[in-house]
């Protein structure tokens, strides 16, 4: 079994940048591949990030390419994304997430554990 804790949201002007945290407990969290999905008022929770178990591998929704960045600490069992130049159309409750398949992560799906959530807002 693993737990995620995900943190590290807040309110954040256009242009800055803010890290996001995800804490997991389980002995298995090196078996998974981890992302972060996020979801905006009133749409689909969508895909934004993934990093394969030993992190050769990462992909990126288009949206945020060049902008943010996931990584992994299996020694400490966190993932973080990293966030630069924000935009408020980045403005979403961000969840972590975690899943068996790489091929399949990015895909609600894919996922079998997730992250209660936590709120970026960006504002103009």
């Known amino acids: 079994q693993v737990q995620l804790v995900d943190s590290g949201g807040g309110l954040v002007q256009a242009g800055g940048s803010l890290r996001l945290s995800c804490a997991a407990s389980g002995h298995t969290f090196s078996s998974y591949v981890m992302g972060w999905f996020r979801q905006a008022p009133g749409k689909e929770r969508e895909f934004v990030t993934a990093?394969?178990?030993?992190?050769?591998?990462?992909s990126y929704a288009d949206s945020v390419k060049g902008r943010f960045a996931i990584s992994r600490d299996n020694a400490k069992k966190m993932v973080y994304l990293d966030m630069n130049s924000l935009k408020p159309e980045d403005t979403a409750v961000y969840y972590c997430?975690?899943?068996?398949?790489?091929?399949?992560?990015?895909?609600?799906?894919?996922?079998?554990?997730w992250g209660k959530g936590t709120l970026v807002t960006v504002s103009s």
């Open positions: 997430a975690a899943g068996r398949s790489y091929d399949r992560i990015a895909a609600t799906e894919g996922i079998e554990y």
């Open positions: 990093v394969s178990w030993r992190s050769v591998n990462t």
